[in-house]
Protein backbone atom coordinates (compact mmCIF):
# COMPACT_ATOMS: atom_id res chain seq x y z
CA UNK A 1 0.00 0.00 0.00
CA UNK A 2 1.22 3.71 -0.47
CA UNK A 3 1.61 5.40 2.37
CA UNK A 4 0.67 9.20 3.50
CA UNK A 5 1.68 11.46 0.94
CA UNK A 6 1.32 15.44 1.20
CA UNK A 7 1.67 17.95 -1.62
CA UNK A 8 3.65 20.06 -2.15
CA UNK A 9 6.53 19.11 -0.27
CA UNK A 10 7.90 22.89 -0.39
CA UNK A 11 6.03 25.90 -0.58
CA UNK A 12 7.50 29.34 -0.41
CA UNK A 13 4.60 32.57 0.41
CA UNK A 14 4.99 35.80 1.42
CA UNK A 15 3.10 37.19 5.04
CA UNK A 16 -0.73 38.27 4.28
CA UNK A 17 -0.70 35.60 1.59
CA UNK A 18 -2.77 32.41 1.66
CA UNK A 19 -1.84 28.66 0.93
CA UNK A 20 -3.53 25.15 0.85
CA UNK A 21 -1.73 22.05 1.13
CA UNK A 22 -3.43 18.81 0.65
CA UNK A 23 -2.97 15.13 2.43
CA UNK A 24 -3.94 11.52 0.40
CA UNK A 25 -4.30 9.35 3.06
CA UNK A 26 -3.21 5.65 3.04
CA UNK A 27 -6.02 3.94 0.71
CA UNK A 28 -8.82 3.24 3.04
CA UNK A 29 -8.28 5.05 5.89
CA UNK A 30 -11.33 7.76 6.73
CA UNK A 31 -9.51 9.62 9.39
CA UNK A 32 -6.95 12.26 8.65
CA UNK A 33 -5.22 14.91 11.17
CA UNK A 34 -2.99 17.71 10.57
CA UNK A 35 -0.22 18.45 12.79
CA UNK A 36 1.97 22.27 12.90
CA UNK A 37 5.67 21.40 13.80
CA UNK A 38 7.99 23.76 15.03
CA UNK A 39 11.37 23.92 16.84
CA UNK A 40 10.18 25.78 19.73
CA UNK A 41 6.53 24.38 19.72
CA UNK A 42 7.05 20.89 18.45
CA UNK A 43 4.23 19.27 17.12
CA UNK A 44 0.93 20.30 17.80
CA UNK A 45 -2.47 19.00 16.83
CA UNK A 46 -4.39 21.28 14.68
CA UNK A 47 -7.72 19.22 13.57
CA UNK A 48 -9.03 15.99 12.55
CA UNK A 49 -11.67 15.22 9.76
CA UNK A 50 -13.67 12.04 9.70
CA UNK A 51 -16.05 11.04 6.91
CA UNK A 52 -16.07 15.26 5.87
CA UNK A 53 -16.67 16.21 9.30
CA UNK A 54 -14.24 17.96 11.53
CA UNK A 55 -13.79 15.99 14.73
CA UNK A 56 -11.51 17.88 16.59
CA UNK A 57 -10.05 21.13 16.71
CA UNK A 58 -6.73 22.32 18.40
CA UNK A 59 -5.93 25.62 19.65
CA UNK A 60 -5.22 27.31 16.06
CA UNK A 61 -6.60 30.72 15.90
CA UNK A 62 -9.69 30.55 13.15
CA UNK A 63 -6.82 31.81 9.74
CA UNK A 64 -6.39 27.77 9.86
CA UNK A 65 -8.92 26.02 8.42
CA UNK A 66 -9.67 22.56 6.80
CA UNK A 67 -12.14 20.04 4.76
CA UNK A 68 -12.12 16.75 3.63
CA UNK A 69 -13.18 15.20 0.66
CA UNK A 70 -15.64 12.17 -0.08
CA UNK A 71 -12.60 10.29 -1.07
CA UNK A 72 -11.07 11.12 2.28
CA UNK A 73 -8.32 13.00 0.73
CA UNK A 74 -7.93 16.23 3.36
CA UNK A 75 -6.72 20.05 2.62
CA UNK A 76 -5.54 22.76 5.05
CA UNK A 77 -5.79 26.17 4.63
CA UNK A 78 -3.91 28.86 6.08
CA UNK A 79 -5.21 32.50 5.51
CA UNK A 80 -3.41 36.25 6.09
CA UNK A 81 -0.15 34.38 6.83
CA UNK A 82 2.31 35.67 9.75
CA UNK A 83 6.14 34.94 9.99
CA UNK A 84 5.10 32.33 12.87
CA UNK A 85 2.94 30.04 10.31
CA UNK A 86 6.87 28.83 9.03
CA UNK A 87 6.45 25.24 9.88
CA UNK A 88 6.28 21.69 9.00
CA UNK A 89 2.55 20.43 8.54
CA UNK A 90 2.29 17.14 8.63
CA UNK A 91 -0.87 14.87 7.98
CA UNK A 92 -1.28 11.65 9.63
CA UNK A 93 -4.26 9.14 8.27
CA UNK A 94 -5.65 6.40 10.27
CA UNK A 95 -7.77 3.41 9.32
CA UNK A 96 -10.81 4.17 11.65
CA UNK A 97 -12.53 6.28 14.08
CA UNK A 98 -14.16 5.00 17.32
CA UNK A 99 -11.99 3.04 19.72
CA UNK A 100 -12.50 1.23 23.13
CA UNK A 101 -9.91 0.46 25.32
CA UNK A 102 -9.04 -3.21 23.33
CA UNK A 103 -8.38 -1.01 20.48
CA UNK A 104 -6.58 2.40 19.18
CA UNK A 105 -6.19 3.83 15.79
CA UNK A 106 -2.19 3.94 14.92
CA UNK A 107 -1.70 7.40 12.88
CA UNK A 108 0.84 7.16 10.11
CA UNK A 109 2.06 10.22 9.05
CA UNK A 110 2.89 11.91 5.78
CA UNK A 111 6.32 13.51 4.63
CA UNK A 112 5.35 17.37 5.56
CA UNK A 113 5.07 20.16 3.52
CA UNK A 114 7.90 22.84 4.54
CA UNK A 115 6.03 26.41 4.53
CA UNK A 116 8.65 29.24 4.81
CA UNK A 117 6.68 32.69 5.47
CA UNK A 118 9.03 35.99 4.25
CA UNK B 1 -7.21 20.90 27.33
CA UNK B 2 -4.80 18.64 27.33
CA UNK B 3 -1.03 19.16 28.61
CA UNK B 4 1.83 16.76 28.10
CA UNK B 5 5.29 17.62 29.88
CA UNK B 6 8.36 15.91 28.83
CA UNK B 7 11.99 15.05 30.10
CA UNK B 8 14.10 15.49 29.38
CA UNK B 9 14.88 17.47 26.38
CA UNK B 10 17.81 16.08 25.28
CA UNK B 11 19.80 12.57 26.47
CA UNK B 12 23.30 11.19 25.70
CA UNK B 13 24.42 7.78 26.20
CA UNK B 14 26.86 5.47 25.30
CA UNK B 15 26.01 2.44 23.23
CA UNK B 16 24.69 -0.45 25.52
CA UNK B 17 23.23 1.94 28.19
CA UNK B 18 19.74 2.03 28.94
CA UNK B 19 17.58 4.99 28.11
CA UNK B 20 14.89 6.64 29.99
CA UNK B 21 12.00 9.55 28.92
CA UNK B 22 9.50 10.60 31.27
CA UNK B 23 6.10 12.29 30.62
CA UNK B 24 3.02 13.65 32.48
CA UNK B 25 -0.13 14.25 31.08
CA UNK B 26 -2.87 16.86 33.06
CA UNK B 27 -6.38 15.40 31.38
CA UNK B 28 -7.55 11.90 33.46
CA UNK B 29 -9.78 11.76 30.82
CA UNK B 30 -7.06 10.64 28.75
CA UNK B 31 -6.96 6.81 27.70
CA UNK B 32 -4.12 6.36 25.28
CA UNK B 33 0.12 6.80 24.88
CA UNK B 34 1.57 6.53 22.10
CA UNK B 35 5.12 7.24 21.58
CA UNK B 36 6.76 8.17 18.50
CA UNK B 37 10.38 7.94 16.75
CA UNK B 38 11.45 11.15 13.98
CA UNK B 39 14.79 10.52 12.42
CA UNK B 40 16.23 13.63 10.82
CA UNK B 41 14.38 14.97 8.10
CA UNK B 42 11.94 11.92 8.28
CA UNK B 43 8.44 11.30 9.32
CA UNK B 44 7.15 10.35 13.36
CA UNK B 45 6.91 6.75 13.36
CA UNK B 46 4.90 5.09 16.19
CA UNK B 47 7.02 2.67 18.19
CA UNK B 48 4.84 1.75 21.02
CA UNK B 49 1.60 2.61 22.84
CA UNK B 50 -0.22 1.85 25.85
CA UNK B 51 -3.41 2.23 26.82
CA UNK B 52 -4.79 3.02 30.00
CA UNK B 53 -6.44 -0.77 31.15
CA UNK B 54 -2.29 -1.40 31.19
CA UNK B 55 0.31 -0.95 33.26
CA UNK B 56 3.13 -1.72 31.07
CA UNK B 57 3.94 -2.93 27.66
CA UNK B 58 7.15 -4.44 25.93
CA UNK B 59 8.58 -4.94 22.70
CA UNK B 60 11.69 -6.07 21.77
CA UNK B 61 14.33 -3.58 23.36
CA UNK B 62 11.54 -0.72 24.68
CA UNK B 63 9.36 -0.90 27.35
CA UNK B 64 6.59 1.63 28.71
CA UNK B 65 5.17 1.91 32.03
CA UNK B 66 1.83 4.04 33.02
CA UNK B 67 0.50 5.25 36.38
CA UNK B 68 -2.74 6.95 35.80
CA UNK B 69 -2.85 7.67 39.08
CA UNK B 70 0.19 9.82 39.33
CA UNK B 71 -0.65 10.70 35.43
CA UNK B 72 2.95 9.80 33.98
CA UNK B 73 4.17 7.51 31.66
CA UNK B 74 7.56 6.44 31.03
CA UNK B 75 9.54 5.12 28.06
CA UNK B 76 12.46 2.67 28.66
CA UNK B 77 15.06 2.42 25.85
CA UNK B 78 17.27 -0.83 26.93
CA UNK B 79 20.89 -1.78 25.37
CA UNK B 80 20.86 1.36 23.52
CA UNK B 81 22.48 1.51 19.71
CA UNK B 82 23.25 4.12 17.79
CA UNK B 83 20.30 3.64 15.47
CA UNK B 84 18.38 4.26 17.86
CA UNK B 85 19.31 8.06 17.89
CA UNK B 86 16.45 10.42 17.60
CA UNK B 87 13.70 12.50 18.65
CA UNK B 88 11.32 10.91 20.52
CA UNK B 89 7.39 12.23 21.14
CA UNK B 90 4.93 10.91 23.83
CA UNK B 91 1.71 11.93 23.44
CA UNK B 92 -1.51 11.44 24.87
CA UNK B 93 -5.20 11.36 23.48
CA UNK B 94 -7.97 13.46 23.00
CA UNK B 95 -10.56 11.41 21.69
CA UNK B 96 -11.45 7.72 22.21
CA UNK B 97 -9.69 7.13 18.62
CA UNK B 98 -6.58 8.02 19.55
CA UNK B 99 -6.59 10.46 16.29
CA UNK B 100 -6.11 13.23 18.15
CA UNK B 101 -2.90 13.44 19.71
CA UNK B 102 -1.15 16.22 22.18
CA UNK B 103 2.64 15.56 22.13
CA UNK B 104 5.17 16.50 24.08
CA UNK B 105 7.98 18.39 23.09
CA UNK B 106 10.11 15.63 22.57
CA UNK B 107 13.65 14.14 23.35
CA UNK B 108 16.89 14.36 21.48
CA UNK B 109 18.10 10.43 22.29
CA UNK B 110 22.02 10.60 21.05
CA UNK B 111 23.90 7.20 21.65
CA UNK B 112 27.51 6.98 20.80
CA UNK B 113 29.38 4.33 20.23
Known amino acids: KAGVTQTPRYLIKTRGQQVTLSCSPISGHRSVSWYQQTPGQGLQFLFEYFSETQRNKGNFPGRFSGRQFSNSRSEMNVSTLELGDSALYLCASSLKMGGSLSSYNEQFFGPGTRLTVL | GENVEQHPSTLSVQEGDSAVIKCTYS??????FPWYKQELGKRPQLIIDIRSNVGEKKDQRIAVTLNKTAKHFSLHITETQPEDSAVYFCAAALNQAGTALIFGKGTTLSVSS
Open chain 2, 27 to 32: DSASNY
